[in-house]
């Protein structure tokens, strides 16, 4: 494969944003295979824990999370810790690890939102179990960075993401988060228009006093 290499500082303020869309269609337009792999740094975490041991009476509640640099799995940890403390034994797992879901009276779906989408893997599996989620409770959560900005218009785009999901499965209750963005862990293509054409800053946004009241509002209506 040919491979090229872009100075941009070469490039007239003039012609810079007409260059900065055609990479951005081009991107969209090249196929999956194509595409740089995405970074899966060494110091990406991925647990897979359980909380509440001591709660044997309480509900058994599992979170279920996917992400691609480790955010979302951060928040899952966060609000897995605090549904324990409620009373309830949790276990927090990757979506991709799950391999059935027998025992639990309740599960939490989360993803990280890439391109204006939850994660392939949160789709395929409410696809792939949806007879078995409409028997028990189902709440979500997503992390993204269209969130810094907690605002009303935002809060509606952020939820819009959640639209397909949300004719295939009725969720109890939905989180929407503010993330954290750190362009070493995106494909070099993602790290290239995030940064040149959609101009999200790098930095961690998220909100764990908000995270954290949302699980703890959470923990109630899982009981129901």
């Not at 799995?73 to 810790?81: H, L, T």
């Not at 007879?131 to 709440?139: D, F």
């Not at 785009?157 to 639209?163: D, E, I, P």
Request: proline share 5%; net charge positive; aromatic share 8%.
């Amino acid at each position: 494969m040919t491979t090229f290499s872009l100075r941009t500082d070469k490039i007239s303020q003039k012609t810079r944003p007409a260059l900065l869309i055609c990479v951005f269609l081009l991107s969209l337009a090249t196929p999956v295979s194509l595409l740089p792999a995405p970074c899966h740094c060494a110091d990406i975490e991925l647990p897979e824990i359980s909380y509440g041991k001591e709660n044997p009476a309480g509900p058994k509640i599992l979170v279920a999370y996917a992400t691609r640099a480790g955010s979302t799995a951060e928040v899952a940890r966060a609000i897995g810790k605090k549904l324990a403390e409620d009373g309830a034994a949790v276990d927090v797992k990757p979506i991709k690890k799950i391999r059935g879901f027998s025992g639990y009276q309740a599960i939490v779906l989360g993803s990280a939102i890439r391109r204006g989408a939850v994660l392939p893997e949160i789709t395929n599996f409410i696809e792939t179990n949806k007879s078995e989620l409409e028997k028990i409770t189902v709440a979500c959560f997503i992390v993204c960075m269209i969130l810094r900005e907690n605002n009303q218009e935002n809060r509606e785009k952020a939820a819009s993401y959640l639209a397909p999901l949300r004719t295939e499965i009725a969720f109890v209750d939905i989180g929407l988060f503010a993330g954290k963005l750190d362009y070493s862990k995106l494909s070099s293509v993602d790290a290239f228009v995030v940064k040149n054409f959609i101009g999200t800053p790098e930095g961690d946004m998220r909100d764990w006093r908000e995270i954290n009241d949302w699980a703890r509002n959470l923990g109630k209506k899982l009981r129901k």
